[in-house]
């Protein structure tokens, strides 16, 4: 049995869910934190302060408030409105393995969900309901939005799903059914915490074995454009923004150039640049930015 608390789970273990259907479960130490995270959900949903995501609109509509009867409705047409991927559908293993990443998140408890809905979704992994989720539609950095919508409409009875080795598609309601599990009916914020992340595209990334000498291979460039572009580079650097996901991987690729530009404060900013004083510039919303 492999055990989910967001932070220990290995890529052999992955492979293992994706490839070998390994049993999974949620770790009894993530129970804590992921009812905490659910109780300021609960809390911030029954008051009268706008909080984004909860109780407002999304996007442009951020500061629609949303009466307190319709916050579920909210995040069910969420997952609807957001499940316009299209494509061959990703094969099972990258759809088991998305599933495991998103519930590894999920256990984190920095998300507000219910554990019942997480449960839910190890339950899926184990009685081998797999949501069909078309392989195009991802917004990259911003989001697999589209493969987690339908990879999540499969947990309130909607979208499509596979059971088993059984290769028919059918409704999200029947292949629940079909393991003899119930749909889930959505609470406030759920929508957004299910489909907030790229965990698709980790999955299809996962079988790639030389992923450390791929991530050196991707740091050069990325070294090379942030000096030929002269990019911004503290928000890069900031000691807590590496470390709170507790990854090797991203801490190391966070301080990848630091050989170059970032290590030396930005020094290397030619001394007639108007943007010249010694340290990086603030207030630019992405990393990396081309000047004119």
Known sequence: MILLDGGSLELGELRAIADDYAPVALAPSAAAGIDASRAVVDRKAAGTEAVYGINTGFGALAETPIPRDALG?????????????????????????????????????????????????????????????????????????????????????????TVGEDPRVMSGREAL?????????LMPKEGLALINGTQPSTAVAAPVRPSHSCGQAACRPARVSGEHLRAACRQRNQPVARTLRARTGCILTSVCGADTRCGARCARLRPHDPDHRGQCRHGQPHGLRRRR
């Open 73 to 161: 409705a909210l995040q069910l047409n969420l997952l609807r409105s957001h499940a316009a991927g299209v494509g061959e559908p990703l094969p099972v293993r990258a759809v088991r393995a998305s599933m495991a990443l998103r519930a590894n998140v999920l256990a984190k408890g920095f998300s507000g969900i219910r554990r019942s809905t997480i449960e839910l979704l190890l339950d899926m992994l184990n009685r081998r309901v797999h949501p069909k989720v078309p392989s195009r539609g991802s917004v990259g950095a911003s989001g697999d939005l589209a493969p987690l919508a339908h990879l999540s409409l499969v947990l309130i009875g909607e979208g499509d799903a």
């Open 177 to 185: 059914a079909a393991a003899g599990l119930s749909p889930t009916t």
